[in-house]
C-alpha cells in the first residue's frame, strides 16, 4: 500500500493519537477534548477505546508554542471550526459507552457540481495556458469553513476547477507535470463536537476514499501541502495565483480595519514563509476559460435568467403607491426560492423615487435606508439576479409606480434601451467588449453623455460570479454571456432608467437571455399591478 504520508500508520492515522486503546503502538493516549495550542482546535476521542478518533491533530506541532507564521497545512483547517469551550466530554472508567450516532460522510449531502469528465477538462486546458504563458504550480483556496450563520458557499475558482464542497482545502495543478492535487482536512471540523458526539457524529474528507473516487482527482491531507511547496520552491518553480485582476500581486498594505480575500491570506502566507518563491499571476489564464461558458453551465445560466424574469413579473404585480421597496423584495424573493434558487446573487436593489439616483455602493452604505415607500408619479427601478446551482443572473426593469410613464420618463427610457439594444446588436464571435464600448458610446446623444458615465461597456460577465472575469481586449467566443446595461442618472430632473439583460454569444451573434421579460415602456406599464 502506498504510504499517504510522513507521521502516519498504515490505516491513514495521525501517529500523535492511537487508533486503539492498546495495539502495535502499545497504550493510547486519551487525551478527551484537549486543545491544539497551534491550531485552536480540539481532539475529540469519542465513544470508548475502540472509536478513539484524531481530530485536525497534526504531528509534531501538537505543543509547540503559537509560530509567528503558521504553515499552509494548520492555515488552511485553522479557522475551520471554533475552539469548543464547553466542558470537554469525559467517561469514567466503567461507565456504559454511550451510543454513537454514524458517522456521516461527504456524498452524502454533496455532489461533483458536474461530471467529473468535465472538471478534468478545465484543469487540462488551465494547465495548457500556464504552459503557453511560463508554467508553474497553480495554487487556489477554497472557501473556509467557519460560519457566523450564512450557509457555506465555495470560492468560484476552486467550484470550477474541482466541483467540490470542500472547505479549508487547496488545489494545486502542476502544469508542467500535468498533476492535479486537492489538499484537503482529513476530517471535517465542522462535524465535530467534545461535548456532543451524537449530534456532530464526524465526517472524514481525505480519510475518504470516496472523494477521490467519485471527484476523479488526486485528494491528500493538507499536511502535506507544506513539504510539495517547499519542494517547488526548492526546485525553482513559479507559484502561480489568480488574484482576480491582471498582475495584481503586490501585498496589500496593512490597515486598522480591512477586508481580505482568502486569496490574499494565501499570497501573504506564501511571502512569510517562503519569501524566495517566485510568485506570478494567473488571472488571464484562469479568465480565458471562465469567459467561455460549456453546454452545462449554460443550462443552468438559462433556468437562473427565468427564474429571476418571473420573480420581476410577480414583484411588479404588487407595484402601488403606499407599498414599500422591502415588500416588493420579498415577493421577488419568494418567487425565486419557488423556482428553485437556493440564493440571491446579490442583495436584491429595488430602488424608488431618490433611491433611484444612486449606485449600490451608496445606497448600501447605510443599514435601512432601502425602505422607501413608493409615492404615485415616482418610477421604482429593479437590478436583481437570484443564484441557481452557484451561477448567477442579474436583470434590470424600470416601472411607473402609477402604471403610466410620464413623457420625460418614457423618453428616458427609450434612450437607454435604444443604447442596450445598438449594443446587443453589434455582438458577433471576434468583438471585443472594449469595441462595443464605443459602440455604446456613439448612440448616446452629445447632451446625454453626463448622464449615462461607463469606464466599460455598460456590463460585466456573468457566470458563477455576478462578475465573473473580464479581459477587455480579447475576442470575444461563442459561449460568453455578459449583461448589457445602459444605466441612466439625470440628478438635475430626479429621473433614473435602467434596462439590463443578459447575453449569450452565439455562433452567428447573440441571444438575449432575458428577452422574454418586457422591455418597452408600454408594455412594462402592462405589468404594474396586475
Known sequence: MEERGRGLDFLGNSQCAKPSARGVDGPAEIVDGTQDTVSGLRTANHGGAAGLRPIMRTANLSFMPLPRALPLSLLACACAAPPDSSPAFTVAAGDPVPHETPEEHFF???????????????????????RASGGGVFLCPSADGFSSGETFRQLDDFLYFTGLELPNSVLAVDADGGIATVFAPRRDARFESATRPNDFPGRPLADDPELARRAVIDVRPIEELDERVAAWVAAGRTL???AGRTGDLEPQRTAFVQSVSPVRVLLRHLRAIWPEAVVADAFTAVARLRLVKGPEELAVLRRACEITCEGIREAAAHIAPGVDERTLEGVLENAWKRGGA???AFDSIVKSGPNSLWPWRILAANYDRRNRVLQDGELVIF?????LDHYASDVGRTFPVSGRFTPE????????????????????????????QEVARAHIPADERRHMQ????????IGLDVGDPNLADIALAPGAVFTVEPWYYDHEDGIAVFVEDVVLVTQDGAENLTAALPRTPSALERMVGR
Open 409 to 436: 420618463q418614457r423618453r428616458r427610457l427609450e434612450l437607454s434601451t435604444a443604447v442596450a439594444d445598438a449594443v446587443i446588436a453589434a455582438v458577433r464571435p471576434g468583438v471585443t467588449l472594449r469595441e462595443l
Open 108 to 130: 452524502g449531502a454533496s455532489r461533483v457540481q458536474f461530471d467529473p469528465a468535465v472538471h478534468a477538462g478545465r484543469r487540462e486546458r488551465l494547465a495548457d495556458e500556464l
Open 383 to 387: 437590478d436583481v439576479g437570484c443564484e
Open 240 to 242: 502561480r495565483v489568480n
Open 454 to 461: 461607463t469606464g466599460l461597456f455598460f456590463g460585466h460577465h
Open 342 to 344: 437556493q440564493r440571491r
